[in-house]
C-alpha cells in the first residue's frame, strides 16, 4: 500500500494539528496502522498504533494528547494532536502492516512488522 502524508507545519507550544495519510493501492481495513516520528541523528519513535479491530496503543510522552484514528471511507489514517510540546518537533511518518499478522501492539509501536511506509511530513514546534 502507498502511503502519502500530509498536515505537518510549524505550530507554538500548546498548539495543535492534524496529519493526515492517504492510503493508496489497498484498503486500510486490511492493516495495522502507525504514526512514527524521527529527530535527525535519533532513533525512530513509535507514537501511535492502532489495528484492525480499532485498539489503540500510544507511547507514554503522547498519551492524553495525542488520538490516532481512520477513516475507512477516505481510506485515511490520522493524528490528532493537541498541547504540543517543544519536543514533538520531528518528522512524522505513517505506516502499515499486514493485519493478518496478529502482532501485540506494543511490538507494533516498535516499528515491527510495519512494511510499508511514507515518506514523511515535518512537525515544528516553537514559539
Known amino acids: 500500500v502507498r502511503l502519502v502524508e500530509s498536515g505537518g507545519g510549524l505550530v507554538q507550544p500548546g498548539g495543535s494539528l492534524r496529519l493526515s495519510c492517504v492510503a493508496s493501492g489497498d484498503t486500510l481495513s486490511n492493516y495495522c496502522l502507525g504514526w512514527f516520528r524521527q529527530i535527525p541523528g535519533k532513533e525512530r519513535e513509535g507514537v501511535a498504533v492502532?489495528?484492525?479491530?480499532?485498539?489503540?496503543k500510544y507511547a507514554g510522552s503522547v498519551k492524553g494528547r495525542f488520538t490516532i484514528s481512520q477513516d475507512t471511507a477516505q481510506n485515511t489514517l490520522y493524528l490528532q494532536m493537541n498541547s504540543m510540546e517543544p519536543e514533538d518537533t520531528a518528522m512524522y511518518y505513517c505506516?502499515?502492516?499486514?493485519?493478518?499478522?496478529?502482532?501485540?501492539?506494543?511490538?507494533?509501536?516498535?516499528?515491527?512488522?510495519?512494511?510499508?511506509w511514507g515518506k514523511g511530513t515535518m512537525v515544528t514546534i516553537s514559539s
Open positions: 505506516a502499515a502492516g499486514s493485519g493478518a499478522n496478529r502482532y501485540p501492539l506494543p511490538e507494533r509501536l516498535t516499528g515491527y512488522g510495519m512494511n510499508d
Open positions: 492502532i489495528d484492525c479491530d480499532g485498539n489503540t
